[in-house]
């Protein structure tokens, strides 16, 4: 039995089968629908997530499966104080996959240890979330048709942004790729990422604090949100939350080939007239979301079409 | 200064100066009923200045959390006066309950009872990283 807790536990062959699974439930959805009768999804969600737990449950419906669970932990008995490992323990009984959500760092690794069924990270505080790469995966693929020798610019919250970490940690193991880091001085990178993924594996990178100026390099821009809960401190929040918004005119000089992805929710941080522009991906990313985690449900139970 | 020699028991050496106390903490030697000597700043030709502990007394010592602590020791059992094995410690793949995880965002804060682990992620700078959270352990 398998769980999911980091996107490095996949294979990059283990990654290509979910995209090849993904594309063909885009294709044939029908094949599909009933792949997962009579299986069970606990969503557990301590935290709560409209978009990540609504697109786990659309995935399993659209497996033809069932759902059960909550959607935040006041109306779980971790308000009585359960531990997570009991918790998991009992949802074992009842179902056949948990997806969880905690926000608390390393909560679904406990949960992956305890639990009967495997458990998949639908992300844990500021620290994983797979299924959020996958998506982003599937979006870099089906927008740009490769993952090779791509420029992909990250921009905003480049500290506390766990999408970013784990966006980095995958298309790193790919050839040619080059990042450009977009931040704030306050939010640039953490040193032991740049360290231990993009120096140790050779993995060519720029840092800047000028969007504009890099602009015309990118294949990819993947905008982030300055998250109000990863700070401890509001004034620093408020500070930092305005430092980059993404506008038609600041598009002017991207390519007219660029993607533009971003996890979700935004706040302001793309303005609204982007949204018609053919670049931005975002909502297809959301779409492309359900897909992998469909495709995920399917290779952790070990079914098939 | 003269301390006398053990007829049984263990020697750990070459423990970096200063270090002997929380060597001395971590095994619980406070709670020995035998000889312990903990020598401090003695002269050494390799290091300088070394502590060395005297336990007069054989006991199983976890060498994962010695070698956690202080790689660089060497651990000495002496069996009627003689030296009879010398013990390196490796600096361990993983530690178990010997150092907590500092990170207030991580699960050990609040999950009951678990286990405090942490992994080697880089032997030449000697890193170690919780296995739940990964924050280093400082």
Do not use: W
């Not at chain 1, 599909?32 to 969503?43: P, Q, V």
């Not at chain 1, 140790?200 to 800047?208: F, I, R």
């Amino acid at each position: 039995m398998r769980s999911l807790i980091d996107i490095l536990e996949l294979t990059v062959g283990e990654i290509d089968e979910l995209i090849e699974t993904a594309c063909d439930i885009i294709e044939h959805p029908a094949k599909y629908k009933d792949a997962c009768r009579g299986k069970k999804l606990a969503t557990l969600f301590f935290e709560p997530s409209t978009r990540t737990r609504l697109s786990f449950e659309a995935a399993m419906y659209e497996l033809g499966g069932n759902v059960l669970g909550f959607s935040e932990a006041q109306s779980s008995s971790a308000s009585k104080g359960e531990s997570v490992a009991d918790t998991v323990k009992v949802v074992s009984c009842y179902a056949d996959i948990i997806a969880m959500r905690h926000p608390k760092e390393g909560a679904p690794l406990v949960a992956s240890m305890k639990a009967d069924v495997p458990v998949i990270n639908g992300g844990d505080g500021g620290h994983n979330h797979p299924t959020q790469t996958l998506a982003d995966l599937l979006t870099i693929r089906r927008e740009k048709g490769r993952f090779e020798n791509l420029v992909i610019g990250l921009c905003g919250d480049l500290k506390f942004g766990r999408t970013v970490h784990s966006l980095i940690a995958a298309m790193s193991r790919y050839e040619g790729v080059k990042f450009v880091l977009i931040s704030p001085e306050e939010l640039k990178l953490p040193g032991y990422v740049k360290r231990d993924i993009l120096k140790k594996g050779g993995v060519e990178y720029l840092e800047t604090t000028d969007l504009e100026r890099v602009m015309p390099e990118l294949d990819v821009l993947y905008m982030t949100r300055v998250q109000k809960e990863r700070f401890f401190n509001e004034e620093e929040y408020v500070r930092l939350k305005d430092s980059y918004v993404l506008t038609p005119e600041k598009l002017r000089a991207a390519q007219e080939t660029l993607s533009i992805l971003h996890p979700l929710p935004r706040v302001n941080e793309i303005s609204v007239a982007v949204d018609d522009d053919p670049r931005a991906s975002y909502f297809r990313q959301a779409l492309n979301g359900k897909y992998m985690r469909m495709a995920l449900i399917l290779k952790l139970l070990e079914v098939s079409a | 200064m003269n301390i006398d020699a053990i007829r049984n028991g263990i020697v750990i050496d070459h423990i970096r100066a200063g270090g002997g106390m929380e060597i001395y903490r971590l095994l619980n030697l406070e709670a020995l009923d035998c000889s312990v000597a903990l020598i401090k700043n003695v002269q050494s030709a390799k290091m300088g200045r070394k502590d060395i502990i005297k336990i007069d007394r054989t006991l199983d010592v976890d060498l994962d959390a010695l070698g956690y602590i202080d790689p660089d020791i060497t651990i000495n059992l002496i069996r009627d006066g003689e030296l009879i094995e010398k013990h390196h410690p490796e600096l361990p793949d993983r530690i178990t309950n010997i150092i907590r995880c500092k990170n207030p965002r991580c699960i050990t804060t609040t999950e009951q009872e678990l286990k405090q682990v942490f992994k080697l992620t880089d032997r030449k700078e000697r890193v170690y990283r919780c296995i739940y959270c990964e924050a280093r352990a400082k």
